[in-house]
T-cell receptor, first 109, second 115 residues
Framework: QQQVKQSPQSLIVQKGGISIINCAYENTAFDYFPWYQQFPGKGPALLIAIRPDVSEKKEGRFTISFNKSAKQFSLHIMDSQPGDSATYFCAASYNKYIFGTGTRLKVLA | DTAVSQTPKYLVTQMGNDKSIKCEQNLGHDTMYWYKQDSKKFLKIMFSYNNKELIINETVPNRFSPKSPDKAHLNLHINSLELGDSAVYFC??????????????FGDGTRLSIL
């Protein structure tokens, strides 16, 4: 019940394409769902986050879609750019953080 | 201004040695964490402290001992280093989860290599 399952493990997308990363959880106590972006040699940094009372949040090219009944949430990166190449982690939190296993995204120029 | 800073950035040492990693945050957070990230990029929580009190202690060998002298600092001491300890160790901080949830802020990591 404490796990957050993330897929795919790796993703290759052409420049300008849409990158989609999915996460699923079991524990309905989770009330905060952030996504983190990590570049090589750096720590993860918050990209965008959502709470379960909304179904979608958009910030620039990044959108979180949240399906409370299915206990799933996903990150969509529109118009993917080579600079988006990084590892992405979803997470879920109530009184502790649980991170997904990460997705390595590569955007081809 | 560095929000979460950890030192050293790189640590290369022999098996069996004892080493420490220091972490400081200037964000006014009350909760700090240590994570281990392996070569597959998995982020594994090791410890969490809230106001100098240990609140999370995952299954970690007792060779690892965290110490929090105040709520802005969380250091990690590792005794009798083993080859399997080679990884990147991240310090992070946040307001306490469950209390007005806020994101975690990470340092840039300490890459530990055991020879």
């Amino acid at each position: 019940q404490q796990q957050v399952k993330q897929s795919p493990q790796s993703l290759i997308v052409q420049k300008g394409g849409i990158s989609i990363i999915n996460c699923a959880y079991e524990n309905t106590a989770f009330d905060y769902f952030p996504w983190y972006q990590q570049f090589p040699g750096k720590g993860p940094a918050l990209l965008i986050a959502i709470r379960p009372d909304v179904s979608e949040k958009k910030e620039g090219r990044f959108t979180i879609s949240f399906n409370k009944s299915a206990k799933q949430f996903s990150l969509h990166i529109m118009d993917s750019q080579p600079g988006d190449s990084a590892t992405y982690f979803c997470a879920a939190s109530y009184n502790k953080y649980i991170f997904g296993t990460g997705t390595r995204l590569k955007v081809l120029a | 201004d560095t929000a979460v800073s950890q030192t050293p950035k790189y640590l290369v040492t022999q098996m069996g040695n004892d080493k420490s990693i220091k972490c400081e945050q200037n964000l006014g957070h009350d909760t700090m964490y240590w994570y281990k990230q392996d070569s597959k990029k998995f982020l594994k929580i090791m410890f969490s402290y809230n106001n100098k009190e240990l609140i999370i202690n995952e299954t970690v060998p007792n060779r690892f001992s965290p110490k929090s002298p105040d709520k802005a600092h969380l250091n990690l001491h590792i005794n009798s280093l083993e080859l399997g300890d080679s990884a990147v160790y991240f310090c992070a901080s946040s307001h306490r989860p469950g209390h007005d949830n806020q994101p975690q802020h990470f340092g840039d990591g300490t890459r530990l290599s055991i020879l």
